[in-house]
């Protein structure tokens, strides 16, 4: 299965590389990272004006955590570990796949 929509991106711990990350189809943000965190990161892409889906990855599983990523611009919440499925199907609401080829 071949990905049409989204590109790989090298790593970018900040808000300010939204330049690289405007065309996506979706972008994974970690709540915890040492230079900026998910939370810090996504709610300054989306006072910069991005509007593309943000996924909030995270071991933190508890319903409040969710809600707070919800409320703080996030569009989607994925709890780590995950399985390859679970992140395929996440991908795949905000992905073009072109299921022809493998």
């Not at 889906?53 to 990523?69: H, K």
């Amino acid at each position: 299965m071949l990905v049409s929509n989204c590109a790989y991106l090298r790593l970018c711990p900040h808000a300010t590389c939204v330049h690289l990350i405007s065309s996506h189809g979706v972008h994974l943000r970690d709540l915890n990272m040492p230079i900026m965190s998910g939370w810090e990161a996504t709610a300054q892409l989306r006072q910069l004006g991005f509007t593309m889906p943000i996924v909030a990855l995270t071991a933190n599983a508890l319903d409040e955590s969710r809600r707070r990523c919800m409320e703080m611009g996030f569009t989607a919440f994925l709890t780590k570990p995950f399985k390859r499925a679970e992140l395929q199907a996440l991908l795949q609401r905000f992905c073009s796949f072109d299921t022809t080829s493998q």
